[in-house]
């Protein structure tokens, strides 16, 4: 089973992944890189589930985190990530990027939910 796996974009259009992920070391980059390879192949075996958000440790130099989020079945949105020493301001990031993630698809579910109820209006 494959899963697609997306970067969280902001409403203002920041990334947070990407701005960690190209500050991190080449090495590290590396290992990260195969953790999102592993994650879009479905295998999540390395990831804490927890109060709505997933946690994919990587047991390698400080102990990286990758902060995600499963939508559904067949999605993984990534949040960011970090190391073992900024664990518990990194999960909470991530909680705080999550729950912005659930409110604005409510909102646009909600927005698309009430255009289908409007009548239409024949054209003259």
Same mark, same amino acid.
């Given at each position: 089973?494959? @899963?697609?796996?997306?970067?969280?974009?902001?409403?203002?259009?920041?990334?947070?992944?990407?701005?960690?992920?190209?500050? @991190?070391?080449?090495?590290?980059?590396?290992?990260? +890189?195969?953790?999102?390879?592993?994650?879009?192949?479905?295998?999540?075996?390395?990831?804490?589930?927890?109060?709505?958000?997933?946690?994919?440790?990587?047991?390698?130099?400080?102990?990286?985190?990758?902060? @995600? $989020?499963?939508?559904?079945?067949? @999605?993984?949105?990534?949040?960011?990530?970090?190391? /073992?020493?900024?664990?518990? +301001?990194?999960? =909470?990031?991530?909680? =705080?990027?999550? =729950?912005?993630?659930? $409110?604005?698809? =409510?909102? +646009?579910? /909600?927005?698309?939910?009430?255009?289908?109820?409007?009548?239409?209006? /024949?054209?003259?």
């Amino acid at each position: 089973m494959s @899963l697609r796996v997306e970067e969280y974009v902001g409403a203002e259009g920041s990334i947070p992944y990407r701005t960690w992920f190209e500050g @991190l070391e080449p090495q590290a980059a590396a290992k990260v +890189a195969v953790a999102k390879i592993r994650l879009s192949m479905g295998n999540t075996s390395s990831v804490k589930w927890f109060d709505g958000i997933g946690e994919y440790v990587i047991d390698w130099g400080p102990g990286y985190r990758v902060y @995600l $989020a499963r939508d559904g079945d067949e @999605l993984i949105v990534l949040y960011g990530g970090g190391t /073992k020493r900024r664990q518990q +301001a990194d999960i =909470a990031r991530a909680k =705080a990027l999550h =729950a912005e993630y659930k $409110a604005r698809k =409510a909102a +646009a579910r /909600k927005q698309v939910t009430a255009r289908a109820s409007r009548p239409h209006r /024949k054209k003259r």
